[in-house]
C-alpha cells in the first residue's frame, strides 16, 4: 500500500491527463501517485505510464460501475470529457454526471472538473449573432461542460473547476497550423478578430492541475482558469514566423467563414472562436496569467512552446 495520495486520472492517455499524470510522475518526492484510466489497458500510452510508474485501470465513462471501481481508495480525480469522440452534448453530461456520483460514492477528498463557460451566459439563445445549435447551445462543446458543473455541485463534490485554455497543439493535431497560400507564403487563417485569445500548451494543463491539488483543498469550491499567454492572431502569426524563421501571415476570416469550413465540428468552433473574442476581456480576466504561473512556474509562452514544437508544425 502506498501512503501518497492517489490521484485517479480520466484521460490519462490522452493531452489534459497525460500531462498530469507525467506532472506527478516526475515528482517522485511530491506525495502524490497516478493511478491511470482507460479503455484499453493494453495500448502503446497506457504501458508507458505504467512502466513510468502509474498504475493502469480500466474504465470508461460510459459504465458507471467501471468508475466507481476505480475511483476506490482514491484521494483525488481529474476529471475530463472528450466531445470531440462523439461530438454529443448528452453523452458528454451523463458521463460527467457518472464521474459526479462516483466520485461522492468513493468519497473523494478533492476532484478537479475540466470544464468551459456557459457562453449562453454571454449570448442567450435568442441572440441572432451566431446559430443555435441543437436546438438548445450556442458552444456545445462549452455550454454541456458548464452545465455539468452541477451535477458535482449537487453530488456534494469537493471540486475545483477548471477553466482550461486553446491548446497550442491545435496547430500541430487540429489542422490549425499555417498553411501555404497561392502565392506558396505560409497563411495563418483564424476567426480572431483583433482581440486577445489566451492559449496553453498541453502539457502546462497538466502541470496547473498538479499545482492545484498541491494546495490542498484551498481551492475547492472555485473556478481556475489557466492560460500560457493571451494573444492577438496578428501576434501569433508574428511569433509563429519568428519560430520558423520565415514570414507567417495572419488571415483573418470572420466566424461566419470558419463556421462554413464544413469540417465536423466547424459550427461550434465558430461560435466558440466568436464568443472567445467578443467577450475576450472577461475571457482573458478569468484566466490570469500569474495565478496560472504560481500553479505551474515553468508556464510556457507562445515562443517558448514554438520553439520546443515548431519542427511538428505539418505545414502543409
Ligand atoms: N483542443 C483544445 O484546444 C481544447 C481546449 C480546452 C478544452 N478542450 C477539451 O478537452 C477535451 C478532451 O481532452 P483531451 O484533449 O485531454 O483528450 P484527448 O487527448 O483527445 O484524449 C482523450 C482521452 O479521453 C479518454 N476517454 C475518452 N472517452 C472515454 C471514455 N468513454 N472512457 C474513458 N476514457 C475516455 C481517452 O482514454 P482512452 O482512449 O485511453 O480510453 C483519452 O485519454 C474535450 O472535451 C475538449 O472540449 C480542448
Excluded at 11 to 22: D, I, S
Aim: charged share 20%; net charge neutral; glycine share 10%.
Amino acid at each position: 500500500m502506498t501512503s501518497r495520495k492517489i490521484i485517479a486520472i480520466v484521460g490519462a492517455t490522452g493531452a489534459q491527463g497525460g500531462g498530469l499524470a507525467r506532472a506527478i510522475l516526475a515528482d517522485p518526492g511530491g506525495g502524490f501517485a497516478v493511478r491511470a484510466l482507460t479503455r484499453h489497458v493494453q495500448s502503446d500510452k497506457a504501458r508507458a505510464l505504467a512502466a513510468a510508474g502509474a498504475e493502469v485501470v480500466s474504465a470508461d465513462l460510459d459504465d458507471e460501475a467501471s468508475l466507481h471501481r476505480a475511483f476506490q481508495g482514491a484521494y483525488g480525480a481529474y476529471l475530463v470529457t472528450n466531445f470531440w469522440e462523439h461530438f454529443s452534448p448528452d453523452r458528454e453530461k451523463a458521463q460527467a454526471a457518472a464521474m459526479a456520483r462516483a466520485a461522492k460514492a468513493a468519497g473523494l477528498k478533492h476532484a478537479i472538473w475540466s470544464t468551459l463557460e456557459d457562453s449562453r451566459r454571454f449570448v442567450p439563445l435568442a441572440d441572432p449573432r451566431m446559430p443555435t445549435l441543437m436546438g438548445q447551445y450556442k458552444v456545445p462543446h462549452f455550454d454541456a461542460k458548464a452545465e455539468a458543473d452541477q451535477f458535482f455541485i449537487d453530488a456534494g463534490v469537493p471540486t475545483t473547476f477548471l477553466l482550461t485554455s486553446f491548446y497550442w497543439e491545435n496547430l500541430i493535431h487540429f489542422g490549425m497550423g499555417p498553411k501555404p497560400g497561392p502565392d506558396g507564403a505560409l497563411l495563418w487563417t483564424m476567426p480572431l478578430g483583433t482581440a486577445k485569445f489566451p492559449g496553453i500548451g498541453v502539457e502546462d494543463i497538466g502541470r496547473c492541475a498538479y499545482g492545484v491539488f498541491k494546495r490542498g483543498t484551498e481551492l475547492t469550491g472555485q473556478y481556475v482558469g489557466i492560460a500560457g499567454e493571451h494573444l492577438t492572431g496578428e501576434e501569433m502569426a508574428a511569433a509563429i514566423g519568428q519560430a520558423l524563421g520565415q514570414p507567417v501571415r495572419y488571415n483573418a476570416v470572420t466566424p461566419a467563414q470558419f463556421r462554413g469550413f464544413g469540417f465536423p465540428g466547424a459550427e461550434d468552433l465558430g461560435n466558440m472562436f466568436q464568443f472567445n473574442t467578443e467577450f475576450a476581456d472577461d475571457f482573458c480576466r478569468t484566466r490570469d496569467l500569474n495565478a496560472s504561473r504560481a500553479l505551474n512556474p515553468a508556464l510556457q509562452t507562445f515562443r517558448q512552446w514554438l520553439d520546443a514544437n515548431k519542427a511538428n508544425l505539418p505545414l502543409t
